[in-house]
């Protein structure tokens, strides 16, 4: 039975590849309508079983940095594609088994979107948990961050061994108090607390510091080209370059180390671990188009955005792009745009007071460099940085044409970043794959 | 030179969904006049100030207007004698229903509201979610509608206008917002006044009359604000 559907599922995945298409979710939902109880059997004869990663922001990264230092004792199964529905982890099972229905795996990394994780509980009780962060993201599909929390605690309650929680964020501290499974706590010191803030304190709110204690906390962090770290972990210190950049990327290594140390690994291997982790798609990848550096960073919600916004700073970019499209996956509503504040980040535009004459402003922003927005609401995105007195170069919706633009603006050797929603991003890198493959 | 004073209500608890860019919009557009403005953020216990040009408030979570509803309510007199004042308001989303008589929960709770307006709103099971762009008479309005309580508006108000692409107050008389004077009530998100700059003149027009200055306001290059406008209009919902 789990060999048919196995052979169905990779047979979609075949269908697929032949007519040209990536797909993570069309197998796994062939799957599950045929064999609805083929996921549940398949986790069930995992050694070390499953894992789960949830939270706003840092699920596909923590995911990878989890997979990478398991990796060095287990055989990882993981759907790090990016497929966070329930449908993407049944993929992952069958791209991971062979035709003779064998899954070689001890334990399952899975990164599972608020929703999904509920319905994945239903199928699935997970061994372990993460649980990263709650912040305002796609309201206009989860209504309202209370709502998220809820979900979360439902998940919670489902784990039947152990689950790691952000000690600094109070609504996931709040819903990790009557659990049955074990309780640990991965945070940050309280002087880099200001880099991570909550929603509410996004808006005004004095930071609150946790007392709770952490088993796995980042302690120092100095952020440049790459992302240097100290990182406590158990009874360890160990200090760690990051490959992936932005202090959102620290946390989401503390978040990893805790989770890691449940299964036993010491401090050294879990440091050689995430050393190693790649940065995951479009977060802070970088591409190389005629001298010229590249560099994508995800954007899907304000606290990312904000986050990301802080790697100018040690980018030093000639010119940024900000690419916004309001596909589903995006998130429909624009008004998240509004929750960023961008003078800051990118450098105030000066001796152009005023809102006339922002577009194609003679002064660019002082960090940002020449400023292009783009994507289907590039006319909304310039409107946004128009009230924040930011001098936009060009609004040009198409993509390619946008980042054509903005690195032959540049001189060889300069880097361009860009600033991405999530369609707008998977468009990017057929644009980039394009322009470097001449 | 006068200068304006803007009260942004609750700003740490109805913040929601971007609905403080109004704040950034209205502010912006008085500065890029050469007209002074401050903005007074009213928080729980806060008092108002004395002299009030223009009151702005946002959306919020479900239970961020339970917290802040008591502290509302105390103000209730105090914004009603505004509103009858003249005094400009814009409300959005869980300001605009507190601004209503009441606000009757799904599982049947009455929470009292102010009584500014005239509409009385109640819980849903569903949530109204989507781009909508709603017809008025300062143009087309284009936000973004996400909500779960219905308002039914009573005779004391008319609609903002009409909801052309969104369900607007309550799914089914097709009517978006309310106003009552200088008061206006609407569910747009967006911010509304970043795609609405028209709208946006027509608030500070009605404020800087009421202080007997002149309505002439220095036309801006919204050219950016009209496309991205005529953008969203074009979007699925």
Not at chain 2, 209 to 226: I, N, Q, T, V
Request: aromatic share 6%; glycine share 10%; with cysteine.
């Amino acid at each position: 039975m789990d060999l048919l559907a196995i052979w169905l599922g990779k047979l979609t995945l075949v269908a697929l590849r032949i007519l040209g298409r990536r797909g993570t979710a069309l197998p796994g939902l062939v799957v599950e309508k045929v064999f609805p109880r083929f996921l549940a059997r398949k986790l069930s004869a995992l050694a070390q079983g499953v894992v789960v990663i949830t939270g706003t922001n840092g699920k596909t990264t923590t995911t990878k940095m989890v997979s990478a230092i398991l990796a060095q004792q287990y055989r990882v199964l993981t759907n790090d594609t990016g497929g966070n529905f329930v449908r993407g982890t049944i993929t992952a099972v069958v791209q991971h088994s062979d035709w003779r229905g064998r899954t070689a795996a001890d334990v399952a990394v899975f990164e599972l979107d608020e929703a999904h994780a509920v319905r994945f509980c239903q199928v699935y009780q997970p061994e372990r948990l993460l649980l990263l962060n709650v912040l305002r993201d796609q309201l206009d599909r989860f209504g309202e961050i209370d709502m998220t929390a809820q979900l979360l605690a439902k998940v919670a309650a489902k784990t039947t061994q152990h689950v790691v929680v952000n000690r600094d964020d109070p609504r996931l501290t709040a819903l990790a108090t009557d659990l049955s499974a074990k309780v640990d706590y991965f945070g940050v010191a309280p002087q880099l607390r200001e880099f991570f803030p909550t929603d509410e304190e996004m808006y005004g709110g004095t930071i609150t510091l946790s007392e709770l204690p952490a088993v796995a906390e980042l302690l120092d962090l100095e952020l440049g080209v790459a992302t240097d770290l100290t990182l406590r972990i158990g009874a360890g210190t160990e200090e760690i370059t990051l490959r992936a950049e932005g202090a959102h990327n620290a946390q989401n290594a503390a978040a990893a180390a805790a989770l890691a140390l449940t299964f036993g690994l010491g401090p050294a291997v879990i440091a050689e671990g995430l050393r190693n982790v790649e940065p995951a798609f479009g977060r802070g990848q970088s591409f190389e188009i005629e001298g010229r550096r590249v560099v994508l960073q995800l954007v899907k919600n304000p606290a990312g955005f904000r986050q990301s916004l802080r790697t100018v700073d040690g980018l030093r970019p000639a010119a940024t792009v900000i690419a916004i499209n309001d596909d589903y996956a995006d998130g429909r509503d624009m008004s998240w745009l509004w929750d960023v504040e961008f003078t800051s980040a990118l450098g105030s535009t000066i001796n152009t007071p005023g809102p006339p004459r922002l577009v194609n402003a003679p002064a660019p922003p002082a960090k940002a460099g020449w400023l292009v927005t783009s994507g289907t609401r590039a006319a909304d995105m310039a409107v946004r940085l128009q009230y924040d007195e930011i001098a936009v170069g060009l609004v040009q919706p198409d993509l390619a044409v946008a980042v054509r633009e903005a690195t032959f603006h540049v001189k060889p050797s300069d880097t361009v970043v860009v600033f991405s929603t999530y369609t707008a991003m998977w468009e990017l890198h057929r644009v980039l794959e394009r322009i470097t493959a001449v | 030179m006068t200068t304006l004073t803007l009260v942004h209500l609750y700003p740490r608890e109805m913040n929601i969904y971007g609905d403080t860019g109004n704040v950034l919009v209205l502010r912006k557009r008085l500065q890029w006049r050469g007209i002074e403005a401050v903005v007074v953020p009213i928080n729980v216990g806060d008092e108002l100030p004395a002299d009030v040009d223009i009151v702005l408030g946002g959306g919020g979570q479900d239970a961020a207007q339970g917290d802040i509803g008591a502290d509302f309510v105390r103000r209730a007199g105090t914004l009603r004698a505004m509103a009858d004042d003249g005094v400009v308001m814009l409300t959005i989303c869980g300001t605009y229903q507190m601004l209503g008589h009441e606000f009757l929960t799904k599982d049947g709770h009455r929470i009292v509201g102010t009584g500014v307006l005239d509409l009385v709103t109640r819980g849903s099971d569903h949530r109204l979610i989507g781009n909508n762009h709603v017809d008025t008479e300062w143009g087309r309005m284009v936000g973004f509608e996400n909500h779960s309580g219905l308002t039914e508006l009573g005779t004391g108000v008319r609609p903002l206008g009409t909801a052309a692409a969104g369900r607007g107050n309550n799914g089914t008389d097709q009517t978006e917002g309310a106003v009552r004077d200088n008061v206006f009530g609407t569910y747009l998100h967006g911010p509304v006044l970043a795609k609405s700059p028209e709208f946006a003149d027509e608030l500070l027009r009605r404020a800087l009359a009421r202080r007997g200055m002149s309505g002439d306001l220095e036309p801006l290059d919204d050219r950016l604000a009209m496309a991205a406008a005529a953008v969203a209009v074009g979007r699925p919902r």
